[in-house]
């Protein structure tokens, strides 16, 4: 579990497909869902957390990419 995109492969396994439309969104959508999924005991607290670290990082890139967009414009 090291990409975004393991953790979507992840969360298809329990049939749960995330596209809002914009990146961002997407990782915290996908957080709610793991969060989802951990409560409902599907996933242990070791996959938990590397999820959650996964998308974590995913989220601060993804909000620093946009900051630095808008301070170019």
Do not use: C, N, P
Not at 31 to 40: G, K, P, T
Not at 41 to 51: E, H, I, P, S, T
Request: charged residues 25%.
């Amino acid at each position: 579990m090291k990409t975004l995109y393991d953790v979507q492969q992840l969360l298809k396994k329990f049939g749960v497909y995330v596209y809002v439309g914009k990146r961002i969104w997407d990782i915290e959508l996908m957080a709610i869902e793991v969060d989802h999924l951990y409560q409902a005991g599907v996933l242990d607290a070791k996959m938990y957390a590397r999820v959650k670290l996964v998308l974590a990082h995913e989220h601060r890139l993804e909000a620093e990419h946009a900051s630095a967009t808008h301070t170019h414009d």
